[in-house]
């Protein structure tokens, strides 16, 4: 039987309780870089397209090239990947808002934060954490805490530019940041699991330009949407 063809009896047994595996193949690849980092990378991408659970140690260990007990030696268990892989994806999705704060006005903020949404989707992914949420009994309480971990932190970014929008007066002035903040993350993460349905790519700033236009003035004017 192929790597890629193991049971779900076998998976389960090796995924749970394999023993630590050997040093043999621990070694840095021709690339140049450790093996753990391109483990993490293959995780991320087949977490990202078919979920946690679609995927077993054999499959990854034969989308790296390497042998799953070598997976063992730095995940003993799936849980352990799992809850790095949310750690250094929430850690990233993080930064990447936050590399939005130098944008004074709130609407191109909040229109730019989509994007990184779009961007997600283009890639034919879903957003690691949000996509968790459907595997909530499968992802450990490691997993878990990442997860919320992440939610809270994206609301309380949501909550905090829309708070700077109603100082700049873009917004109307009995606007509920953080029952708004809400509203816009799940929006954005549902646009991505609808993709999964949708043979288009759905454009996140386009939902959160339908999203502006209900709490923006009139006289304040359209909202601008890069098509970039």
Same mark, same amino acid.
């Given at each position: 039987?192929?790597?890629?063809?193991?049971?779900?009896?076998?998976?389960?047994?090796?995924?749970?309780?394999?023993?630590?595996?050997?040093?043999?193949?621990?070694?840095?690849?021709?690339?140049?870089?450790?093996?753990?980092?391109?483990?993490?990378?293959?995780?991320?991408?087949?977490?990202?397209?078919?979920?946690?659970?679609?995927?077993?140690?054999?499959?990854?260990?034969?989308?790296?090239?390497?042998?799953?007990?070598?997976?063992?030696?730095?995940?003993?268990?799936?849980?352990?990947?799992? #809850?790095? =892989?949310?750690?250094?994806?929430?850690?990233?999705?993080?930064?990447?808002?936050?590399?939005?704060?130098?944008?004074?006005?709130?609407?191109?903020?909040?229109? #730019?934060?989509?994007?990184?949404?779009?961007?997600?989707?283009?890639?034919?992914?879903?957003? =690691?954490?949000?996509?968790?949420?459907?595997?909530?009994?499968?992802?450990?309480?490691?997993?878990?805490?990442?997860?919320?971990?992440?939610?809270?932190?994206?609301?309380?970014?949501?909550?905090?530019?829309?708070?700077?929008?109603?100082?700049?007066?873009?917004?109307?002035?009995?606007?509920?940041?953080?029952?708004?903040?809400?509203?816009?993350?799940?929006?954005?993460?549902?646009?991505?699991?609808?993709?999964?349905?949708?043979?288009?790519?759905?454009?996140?700033?386009?939902?959160?330009?339908?999203?502006?236009?209900?709490?923006?003035?009139?006289?304040?004017?359209?909202?601008?949407?890069?098509?970039?």
């Amino acid at each position: 039987m192929r790597a890629g063809q193991t049971s779900a009896v076998q998976v389960r047994r090796e995924d749970a309780a394999s023993p630590p595996a050997s040093r043999g193949d621990d070694t840095a690849r021709s690339s140049g870089r450790p093996i753990r980092e391109e483990i993490l990378d293959a995780a991320r991408e087949l977490a990202q397209t078919v979920g946690f659970e679609a995927f077993s140690y054999a499959d990854l260990a034969e989308r790296v090239g390497i042998r799953p007990a070598s997976i063992h030696h730095h995940f003993r268990y799936k849980h352990d990947l799992i #809850a790095e =892989l949310l750690r250094r994806y929430r850690l990233e999705f993080g930064q990447n808002a936050n590399g939005l704060n130098a944008i004074v006005s709130a609407p191109d903020r909040l229109v #730019a934060y989509a994007r990184l949404f779009t961007e997600v989707s283009a890639q034919g992914r879903m957003c =690691l954490c949000g996509m968790s949420a459907g595997e909530w009994s499968s992802i450990g309480d490691a997993g878990r805490e990442e997860v919320t971990a992440f939610l809270s932190e994206q609301r309380r970014w949501l909550t905090a530019t829309l708070a700077d929008g109603l100082n700049q007066a873009a917004f109307y002035d009995d606007l509920e940041a953080s029952a708004q903040a809400e509203v816009m993350l799940v929006a954005l993460e549902g646009a991505l699991l609808l993709a999964r349905a949708r043979t288009e790519t759905p454009d996140a700033t386009a939902v959160m330009k339908h999203m502006l236009r209900m709490i923006t003035p009139s006289s304040s004017g359209p909202v601008p949407v890069s098509r970039g």
